[in-house]
């Protein structure tokens, strides 16, 4: 991870630390300046412009309502006596 090899840990790494700022806030970005140069570094290549863009060609729902969290949350699901 954040060496001079792009590795599949970088990519894993990139996909929940470019939501840093809308998980830990704003400034999370500045106390963490070796995370944002990662971000930064992946965000520059194309294959992650193309896993952004697939966003625009599915429709996501973003309620959490019941039906939602049973699909996320089946293993709590109550099961009918």
Known sequence: M????????????WGWARM???VMGEDAV?????VK???DEIMARPA???AIA????FKFKAEMDDEARGNMFRH???KAA
Do not use: Q, W
């Open 20 to 22: 840093m700022p809308f």
């Open 76 to 78: 709590m699901k109550v």
């Open 30 to 34: 500045a106390k963490y300046p070796n």
């Open 54 to 57: 697939l966003k625009d060609s």
């Open 2 to 13: 954040v060496g001079d090899t792009y590795t599949i840990v970088d990519m894993d790494v």
């Open 37 to 39: 140069r990662l971000v």
């Open 48 to 50: 992650a412009a193309k």
